[in-house]
């Protein structure tokens, strides 16, 4: 009986280890991403993240009218964050890694994005002066 009840507790335990894992730590992709940088702020309540928006180039259709696609994203690495922030204003090329949910330290869960997912950037490939002005 002993030994069942460990069996069981155990098959738990490496369950639920293997669900925090693939939903939370693995991530789901990862790319680039090109646009204007519109809008760049640390919140949050309690644990304080950098998030960011972003404007695409070209332009995309929601609902019935044609707007601009907008990309929603947080920043963990503070050296980042501190380079994104002189950017606003101007073309950036980011990369960026998706993850299937959020976890609060590591900033939102955007569900106003193509994908839903946390999408955390890591690096700037290129920043470029603007010509939308």
């Given at each position: 009986?002993?030994?069942?009840?460990?069996?069981?507790?155990?098959?738990?335990?490496?369950?639920?280890?293997?669900?925090?894992?693939?939903?939370?730590?693995?991530?789901?992709?990862?790319?680039?991403?090109?646009?204007?940088?519109?809008?760049?702020?640390?919140?949050?309540?309690?644990?304080?993240?950098?998030?960011?928006?972003?404007?695409?180039?070209?332009?995309?259709?929601?609902?019935?009218?044609?707007?601009?696609?907008?990309?929603?994203?947080?920043?963990?690495?503070?050296?980042?964050?501190?380079?994104?922030?002189?950017?606003?204003?101007?073309?950036?090329?980011?990369?960026?890694?998706?993850?299937?949910r959020s976890l609060p330290?590591?900033?939102?869960?955007?569900?106003?994005?193509?994908?839903?997912?946390?999408?955390?950037?890591d690096a700037i490939r290129?920043?470029?002066?603007?010509?939308?002005?």
């Amino acid at each position: 009986m002993r030994k069942a009840i460990l069996i069981i507790i155990l098959l738990l335990l490496i369950g639920i280890s293997g669900y925090i894992y693939w939903f939370y730590y693995n991530s789901y992709g990862d790319g680039y991403r090109e646009g204007v940088l519109q809008k760049f702020s640390r919140k949050g309540n309690v644990m304080k993240t950098y998030e960011g928006e972003l404007i695409q180039l070209g332009f995309g259709q929601r609902g019935a009218a044609f707007g601009a696609q907008y990309f929603y994203f947080s920043v963990v690495d503070v050296a980042v964050a501190d380079s994104l922030e002189k950017c606003v204003g101007k073309v950036v090329d980011l990369h960026y890694t998706q993850y299937r949910r959020s976890l609060p330290w590591r900033g939102e869960n955007y569900a106003n994005n193509q994908e839903q997912g946390q999408y955390v950037v890591d690096a700037i490939r290129a920043v470029k002066e603007s010509t939308a002005y």
